[in-house]
């Protein structure tokens, strides 16, 4: 299997390929537009994706997987097919661009791959870099074809921890265990009862890129996965999740993402929590 990943060696390489297309798909927790960023330092020929724009508009969830139809049509406005061959980063490292290569995969994209290390590998190395306002692409048909594997909801994630399958939650420590206040208002403390935790900075190396090989591997099994058998991430809100699954195909791994995550589960009243402030 391809790797999901791309070096900055290898994606230097080929830019300029007529189905490359470069996306940036940065995303800030506090609410901070990306777009700023995006026009100081991009990638040559990257458009900006805009995650909150290009996720369902209707959902009272964060930043939820939307219709085909939306999707299509949005991606298509920037440019995209889904045969094209498309490189995600962003500027943290790997972050939400995990999100987004999650999502384009989920509505039928095969040739879709994250930049390893981001854009800040990408500038440590000195490598070419456009600025000011981006040009409008040129417009490009998207055909979405959903795959409902790598998606999980709210009943096939009770499902599967009442059946004993591994649900693998991406937040910190303290949040997981309830001793840590959730960033968004509502939302109880704590985690699903039976579900495993691996915080998604232990699956990435200092300098924001992905762990390889048997450092991987070891950062699941400390967490007590068994890479043999079916997980589900989760996380606040599916973006870091999206790390987790990124990380399971690195390991030719497959993995379903609950894409409502602890926002749909800490927010309602007929799901459990089992939570250290609670004992």
Not at 45 to 71: I, K, N, T, W
């Amino acid at each position: 299997m391809a790797s999901p990943l791309i070096s900055t060696a290898d994606l230097a390489a080929c830019l300029g390929a007529p189905d490359l297309r470069l996306v940036d798909a940065s995303w800030h927790l506090d609410g901070r537009d990306g777009r700023p960023d995006f026009e100081a330092a991009r990638l040559p020929g990257a458009v900006f994706f805009d995650l909150e724009a290009s996720s369902d508009p209707d959902s009272p969830l964060p930043h939820m997987l939307p219709r085909p139809g939306f999707f299509a049509a949005r991606m298509g406005g920037l440019g995209i097919s889904a045969g094209d061959s498309i490189v995600f980063y962003d500027t943290v490292g790997i972050r939400s661009s995990a999100r987004a290569w999650w999502m384009f995969r989920a509505m039928g994209a095969r040739e879709v791959r994250v930049l390893d290390g981001g854009l800040p590998k990408w500038l440590a190395e000195g490598r070419a870099i456009e600025s000011a306002p981006a040009a409008s692409p040129a417009a490009a048909t998207f055909t979405p074809s959903v795959r409902s594997e790598l998606v999980a909801d709210l009943a096939a994630v009770r499902a599967a921890l009442q059946a004993g399958d591994q649900v693998l939650d991406a937040r910190a420590a303290d949040r997981f265990a309830g001793r840590a206040v959730e960033p968004r208002a509502g939302l109880r403390s704590g985690h699903m009862p039976g579900a495993l935790n691996l915080p998604f900075p232990a699956v990435l190396n200092a300098d924001g890129t992905m762990k390889q090989g048997e450092a991987l591997e070891q950062a699941f099994r400390t967490a007590g996965v068994d890479l043999d058998r079916p997980v589900v991430t989760t996380c606040g809100s599916g973006v870091t999740a999206a790390i987790l699954s990124l990380g399971l195909a690195v390991l030719d791994r497959p993995s379903r993402l609950y894409d409502g995550s602890w926002a749909e589960w800490g927010g309602r009243a007929d799901t459990q929590v089992v939570s250290a402030a609670l004992s």
